[in-house]
């Protein structure tokens, strides 16, 4: 059963030598938030014992932030009656998940996808041959309808129950009023129940100015005929002239005329990658793979460009970073990832940066992949609004921070020209959580979750608008903290 679920179990009793009577059925063991009520059966019936679960009754099966989806608890079915009782050990699966759930309708874009076949996708590496047709009630002109490829996404998202995905179309194609494009995500948000940690850090990005943040929209997906919940459909980090627009890594065969977007990724996840001498894991993500040629100009460049970092000429203009950094990237990247408490900010992975042809600059961004951050946290100090982290966490950033003070100026005037913006955040949450308002009851009836905490809530408010409060009271106080920090006088 899911939690908010009534489940009958059909109970049989039966006499070895024929006698008659009547036995009462009674269940022991059960977790607390799930009642089933004694009956009384004559023998040779048939009764029903019926299971009632309370939204609340996964707090008592899930134990903490549990990978697990699934909780068993182990029942007593006791019968008795004149001639004596028996009883027998029944197993209760508590799920969080109802996909038999049917969605109320809602004012959000509809993606409906079929697969070849009505295959399950279970890949993150294999696209599966499907259709898709997404339907916007307000502007009917913003659909699509044809063929697509879908496949996994994700790492640790892939294996929770609500599944991102990656799909492609045929040919560039405007979906939602977003740019012309071939490959885009849907982005789950199973982790953070406000469905908007990552939008909102797309909102901050553009404030402080950096080129391109992703653009999004929320849509109802249905997958194969089954209901799957509220998902984010969102443009991925791809090099185009609409998202990450530098040279095409394939136009040349000359390695300086190319374009080159990097990640810092610990989990190695493009066909090249290499430690740098300050042991941050870089992946080439486009050209993926590099050519022998790419790799030889590429990787002396990004570990020189990083000992600038961690040298005592750090501030000079000519011998320190700045003559391999785009200083107002850097100082965009650092603001948007400490302002939301970005976990993954500190060197782990999806930390983007670029370099373009004929340019002797690194470019840090552009932003990705904020599920785990504005607190939602059980397991590093940035869970503490008021405490820094990039500053602290990113090796790259600890050693602009002690080796050049005049980063921490190029920090505070950014901050303090942005600030003014800062304060349109909690509106915009509110804007985008009252459109989400009866979507997000359908999603969490699919995914009853509300009151238990999913890896790596620290909490579990029991509403969607007690976790929009949550992100909300979590963010004015990090505010406070940047203008304590970085406000200038």
Known sequence: MYPGQTVTLPVSVMSKNGGAGIVTLQVSGLPSGVTAAPVKVPIGRTANLIFTSSLSAATECFTGASPYYIATSTLNLNGSGTGGSQAFGVDLDVNLSNPAFKPVSTDLPTLDIETAGNVEVTSEDDYTNATM??????????GFSGSMTIKGHGNSTWGMPKKPYRIKLPS???????????????LANYDDKTMLRDALASKVSN????????RSAFVELTLNGEYEGTYQLIENVDVNGSRVAIADSDASTDPTQEGYLLEIDAHEGASYHWATPHGLDISSDDPDPPTADQEAYITPLVNTAEAGFF???????????????????????????????????????????????NSALFHMGPIWDFDISSGNDNYGSIQDPTVPWVKTQHPWFVGLFQNDPTFTTAVKARWTAIRPQVDSLSSFIDANAETLQQASQNNYARWPTLYQKVWPNPEAAGSYSGEINYLKDWLSKRIAYMDSEYLSE
Request: aromatic share 12%; hydrophobic share 35%; proline share 8%.
């Open 133 to 142: 047709t997404l339907i916007d009630p307000r502007k009917p002109d913003d």
């Open 172 to 186: 560039k194609s405007k979906l939602l009023n977003m740019p012309s494009e071939k490959n885009w995500v849907l």
């Open 207 to 214: 404030i402080t100015g950096a080129p391109w943040a992703p």
């Open 311 to 357: 040298t005592t000429t750090a501030p000079d203009a000519n011998a320190g970073w700045r003559s391999k950094w785009d200083q107002d990237s850097v100082v965009d990247w650092f603001i948007t990832n400490e302002l939301m408490g970005n976990q993954d900010a500190d060197a782990y992975s999806s930390d983007y940066f670029y370099k373009d042809a």
